[in-house]
């Protein structure tokens, strides 16, 4: 015969835990929240809000509306009606930096404009992204040359870049490619907790 399932004779009986309370006003301890979610998990599932976030930020991108050069008409020809950048959700050019997330930067930058192009994007808020079109922004392209000295070569020397989409001008579908990968770092990302 087996014995019965139950406490041993003479071991004293150990009561349930008790559920979570939190008291009206008071704050709940960390104990109180991981008891609260132990209980709802089998009919709650939680998705993290970070993740929501991050998928409607890269779904609702919002771009300057912004050119240099010649990058800047392959950059129109993508938002047009030919490949409709609306379809991607990016589709809506803001004329104000404080409206927009995504810069593009669209064509070769001159020394001159490099500061300009930092104003905007310190005008920009967060989070914000930035994309680097054809090989003049990237690089300097064509016109790097040993004592050039008109030319910013890179964007990257004074700004940071998420995204570079290299040609000479880039077609819009290279561009539309590259919104696509900066759209997956996006879902991808994780927020810096500070402390």
Same mark, same amino acid.
């Given at each position: 015969?087996?014995?019965?399932e139950?406490?041993? $004779?003479?071991?004293? @009986?150990?009561?349930?835990?008790a559920?979570?309370?939190? *008291? $009206?006003?008071?704050?709940?301890?960390?104990?109180?929240?991981e008891? #609260?979610?132990?209980? !709802?998990?089998?009919?709650?599932? #939680?998705?993290?809000?970070e993740?929501?976030?991050?998928?409607?930020r @890269?779904?609702?991108?919002?771009?300057l509306?912004?050119?240099?050069?010649?990058?800047?008409?392959?950059?129109? @020809?993508?938002?047009?009606?030919?490949?409709?950048?609306?379809?991607?959700?990016?589709?809506l050019?803001?004329?104000?930096?404080?409206?927009?997330d995504l810069?593009?930067?669209?064509?070769?930058?001159s020394r001159?404009?490099? $500061?300009?192009?930092?104003?905007?994007?310190?005008q920009m808020?967060?989070?914000k992204?930035?994309i !680097?079109?054809?090989g003049c922004?990237?690089?300097?392209g064509?016109?790097?040359?040993?004592?050039?000295?008109?030319?910013?070569?890179? !964007?990257?020397?004074?700004?940071?870049?998420?995204v570079?989409?290299?040609?000479?001008?880039?077609? $819009?579908e290279a561009l539309?490619?590259?919104? #696509?990968? #900066? %759209?997956e770092?996006?879902?991808? %990302?994780r *927020?810096?907790? !500070?402390?």
């Amino acid at each position: 015969m087996t014995p019965p399932e139950g406490p041993e $004779p003479g071991a004293a @009986a150990v009561p349930p835990a008790a559920p979570a309370r939190v *008291l $009206p006003g008071a704050a709940p301890t960390d104990r109180a929240l991981e008891r #609260l979610a132990e209980d !709802a998990s089998p009919w709650v599932r #939680l998705a993290m809000v970070e993740d929501v976030l991050n998928l409607a930020r @890269a779904n609702s991108l919002w771009p300057l509306t912004f050119g240099l050069a010649c990058c800047a008409i392959e950059m129109m @020809a993508a938002g047009a009606s030919r490949y409709d950048l609306d379809r991607f959700g990016v589709g809506l050019f803001r004329p104000s930096p404080r409206q927009a997330d995504l810069m593009i930067l669209a064509g070769t930058i001159s020394r001159k404009m490099a $500061p300009v192009i930092r104003t905007l994007w310190d005008q920009m808020p967060g989070p914000k992204w930035a994309i !680097a079109m054809g090989g003049c922004t990237i690089s300097g392209g064509p016109f790097k040359y040993p004592g050039e000295y008109a030319i910013s070569e890179g !964007a990257e020397k004074f700004m940071p870049i998420d995204v570079h989409v290299p040609g000479c001008p880039p077609r $819009p579908e290279a561009l539309i490619a590259g919104i #696509l990968k #900066l %759209q997956e770092k996006i879902k991808g %990302q994780r *927020l810096e907790r !500070a402390g």
